[in-house]
């Protein structure tokens, strides 16, 4: 295990809390890289440093509960394409935080490097997959925050603050293996409608979170056999507690497999 250092000005966790608040969107991406080059050096310890309750925001995009949320078919197909980007976009932009949150949050659990390796390794991806659709929404001629944005991703984040399990148990296990499910779909709508670009963009991202659900399920198999717990049910447990949505079908078994995340856990609650 990792021997927690006193606070310093410079560890990994310093750095995850600069991330967490700063507001412009470039100069989290910025200093995510950086966090995570500084970290891959082998140069910087873990530290201990209090993330804030919620990560700095830019003043745009406006945020709306899911039910105000306009429909992203209003307009045409091509508003609608860069409606679905823009959204795409958001969840990106708040799975870095989520992922620097989880860095930085946890360190009293004592957690070796691995654990550590892994995590600052999706945060960094979590980065350039908003890179990639900030990019994509360039060339598309909108900016992120030009749109409305759902204001609800971060309450996972809050309402698993205080347990690393139910942390594992909601945000990889149950968020984004959500989105092995839907994005398939997406990138074959893109793709019929002549949009061979954003659909690039989606399947790079598609790929990566296949790996970033296998770390989720991996850390989370780990805390559950450090606290003597059978996983699928603690899992299922969990997840009845702190999730306040559906876990709804129809699921991409392949994808899930891949990511080592097998139907025991998950189809119990399919609603």
């Given at each position: 295990?990792?021997?927690?250092?006193?606070?310093?000005?410079?560890?990994?966790?310093?750095?995850?809390?600069?991330?967490?608040?700063?507001?412009?969107?470039?100069?989290?991406?910025?200093?995510?890289?950086?966090?995570?080059?500084?970290?891959?050096?082998?140069?910087?310890?873990?530290?201990?440093?209090?993330?804030?309750?919620h990560p700095a925001r830019p003043a745009r995009?406006?945020?709306?509960?899911?039910?105000?949320?306009?429909?992203?078919?209003?307009?045409?197909?091509?508003?609608?394409?860069?409606?679905?980007?823009?959204?795409?976009?958001?969840?990106?932009?708040?799975?870095?935080?989520?992922?620097?949150?989880?860095?930085?949050?946890?360190?009293?659990?004592?957690?070796?490097?691995?654990?550590?390796?892994?995590?600052?390794?999706?945060?960094?991806?979590?980065?350039?997959?908003?890179?990639?659709?900030?990019?994509?929404?360039?060339?598309?001629?909108?900016?992120?925050g030009d749109l409305p944005a759902h204001d609800?991703?971060?309450?996972?984040?809050?309402?698993?603050?205080?347990?690393?399990?139910?942390?594992?148990?909601?945000?990889?296990?149950?968020?984004?293996?959500?989105?092995?499910?839907?994005?398939?779909?997406?990138?074959?709508?893109?793709?019929?409608?002549?949009?061979?670009?954003?659909?690039?963009?989606?399947?790079?991202?598609?790929?990566?979170?296949?790996?970033?659900?296998?770390?989720?399920?991996?850390?989370?198999?780990?805390?559950?056999?450090?606290?003597?717990?059978?996983?699928?049910?603690?899992?299922?447990?969990?997840?009845?507690?702190?999730?306040?949505?559906?876990?709804?079908?129809?699921?991409?078994?392949?994808?899930?497999?891949?990511?080592?995340?097998?139907?025991?856990?998950?189809?119990?609650?399919?609603?």
């Amino acid at each position: 295990m990792i021997q927690q250092e006193a606070p310093t000005g410079d560890s990994l966790t310093t750095r995850a809390v600069a991330v967490l608040e700063a507001v412009e969107p470039a100069r989290k991406v910025s200093l995510s890289h950086q966090a995570a080059a500084a970290w891959r050096s082998g140069k910087t310890e873990v530290g201990t440093a209090t993330p804030p309750d919620h990560p700095a925001r830019p003043a745009r995009p406006e945020l709306l509960t899911p039910r105000h949320m306009p429909k992203r078919n209003a307009g045409g197909e091509q508003a609608a394409r860069a409606a679905l980007m823009h959204a795409v976009a958001h969840i990106e932009f708040n799975a870095m935080d989520l992922a620097w949150d989880l860095v930085s949050r946890f360190t009293a659990e004592d957690l070796p490097r691995a654990f550590y390796d892994d995590w600052v390794g999706v945060a960094a991806e979590e980065a350039e997959h908003f890179n990639l659709v900030a990019g994509r929404l360039a060339e598309l001629g909108i900016a992120y925050g030009d749109l409305p944005a759902h204001d609800g991703l971060w309450q996972a984040a809050a309402a698993t603050a205080q347990d690393l399990a139910a942390r594992l148990a909601v945000v990889p296990l149950v968020l984004e293996a959500r989105g092995l499910d839907v994005t398939p779909a997406m990138i074959n709508r893109l793709r019929s409608n002549g949009d061979d670009a954003s659909a690039a963009v989606l399947e790079v991202i598609y790929r990566e979170e296949i790996g970033h659900v296998a770390v989720g399920r991996r850390w989370f198999d780990w805390i559950c056999a450090r606290r003597d717990r059978d996983p699928e049910p603690t899992y299922q447990s969990l997840v009845r507690e702190h999730f306040k949505g559906q876990v709804k079908p129809p699921f991409n078994a392949t994808a899930r497999d891949q990511a080592g995340f097998p139907a025991g856990y998950y189809e119990p609650l399919a609603s």
